[in-house]
């Protein structure tokens, strides 16, 4: 074996749509990581559009049967040393995909390891049907590693995974972000905002603040950038305070602001990605995103890597490594009035602006560049192995 490459099987959803989880093993996967091991990849995603994503369909069910099927046929061929897989945060995603993923992994004597990327799956489990709870917790008995994005974030499998079986692996970003001039800026104020258009990304709770910001900066424009779409699969609670987050549907929120005097400072851009989204954070003042839940929010380590000024809220691994005042801005999710006035405090001082830029771009430098999350990742699966060999 030591003159082979490990054979890894890595477990993920690949673009399209284009979302954060689907970016990220994109990147993974083009990374150095393939220099260093025989990466065996299957692709979970089945939907193409990220507004059909969630749904429980005919679809869905052929979905449930074509991966497992796959899965044991990459399993008896390719006979993989270590196994890879994201979970999901749902009951109905783990009772039929993650738990199989296991057992199937355990039946081959493969190594598993398991990585949530998010922050809600803790809240989520507590709310599963008893059964429910029990497959689960037998299931992780058998998980050599589980993942989470932030020291924070470990709690996600308390009671179901030893501490000391879980690993803390950042997000990272292609390191274009971190290259990007952002001088001149637009001489209008422009605030950008990347995700779901949903209640849960905190879009709704923008929308309404448009009005106040407005009236102090009469051309401000707010620039959204990705798929409406009404609810947001698996993020149903607030993270901080654990209430069930009150639904607002973003098409009404929109058309009331499309159809108030406000009109002109809303720009719905839609799906943007390669050079048309460079030259969006180049222009843009602001970045924000006030979430409700997020695990390692992609676009907020983006901005900062750009180093555009962050306006987001204290959620998932946003409290471990955005410093209010420092290389961002924090507001408590739900908050509109605190959205107001940080926009407008920010708009207003472009000092503030400078240093939350320049200190965001020496954070993401010192922890979250790719060659320092890669190694990480290539330190996890050697070590699953080893433990396996030792």
């Known amino acids: 074996m030591k003159n082979k490459k490990l054979k890894v099987l890595f477990i993920g959803p690949f673009p399209p749509p284009y979302s954060g989880p689907e970016l990220s093993t994109k990147q993974l996967l083009e ?16 939907r ?31 006979r993989p040393d270590v196994a890879y897989h994201l979970v999901t945060p749902t ?63 470990r709690n996600q499998f308390e009671g179901l995974i030893d501490d000391n079986r879980v690993n803390v692996i950042p997000n990272t970003v292609d390191n274009v972000f971190s290259t990007l001039s952002r001088k001149p800026l637009n001489e209008i104020p422009q605030i950008l905002f990347f995700g779901h258009l949903t209640k849960a990304k905190g879009y709704t709770d923008i929308v309404k603040a448009i009005p106040k910001v407005a009236s102090k900066f009469p051309n401000v424009k707010f620039i959204f950038c990705g798929n409406i779409r009404r609810g947001e699969p698996g993020v149903k609670y607030n993270q ?27 720009v719905n851009q839609g799906i943007v990605s390669g050079e048309e989204k460079m030259n969006l954070i180049r222009q843009s003042w602001i970045f924000i995103l006030p979430s409700y839940s997020e695990g390692f929010s992609r676009s907020v380590l983006e901005s900062m890597a750009a180093g555009l000024p962050i306006l987001t809220t ?36 472009e000092k503030l602006r400078d240093n939350l ?19 990480k990742y290539i330190t996890l699966f050697n070590s699953v192995y080893n433990e396996k060999n030792s």
């Not at 410093?323 to 908050?335: A, E, K, T, W, Y």
């Not at 830029?357 to 999350?373: A, P, Y």
Request: hydrophobic share 40%; net charge positive; aromatic share 14%.
């Open 91 to 153: 009951e109905i995603g783990w009772l039929g995909r993650d738990i199989w993923f296991i057992f199937q992994c355990r039946v081959f004597q493969v190594k598993k390891i398991i990585h949530f990327r998010g922050s809600h799956f803790n809240i989520n489990y507590k709310r599963f049907r008893p059964l429910s709870k029990k497959i689960i917790r037998y299931a992780c008995k058998f998980v050599d590693k589980a993942v989470v994005q932030s020291d924070c974030l």
């Open 314 to 349: 204290p959620v998932g691994a946003n409290k471990d490594f955005v410093i209010n005042d420092f290389n961002g801005v924090l507001v408590q999710p739900g908050d509109v009035s605190s959205i107001e006035q940080k926009i407008i405090k920010l708009l207003e001082d």
């Open 240 to 266: 901080i305070t654990g209430e069930r987050i009150v639904y607002e549907d973003p098409f009404e929120v929109e058309s009331k602001i499309l159809n108030s005097k406000y009109k002109e400072n809303y």
């Open 31 to 46: 990374s150095d990581l393939k220099n260093h091991f025989d990466i065996i990849f299957l692709n979970t995603n089945v």
């Open 357 to 375: 830029s320049n200190n965001g771009k020496v954070t993401f430098d010192k922890e979250f560049k790719e060659s320092r999350v890669v190694e």
């Open 48 to 78: 193409k559009d990220n507004s059909k994503k969630g749904r429980i369909d005919l679809n869905a069910f052929k979905s449930v049967i074509t991966f497992n099927f796959k899965l044991f046929k990459l399993l008896l061929f390719k």
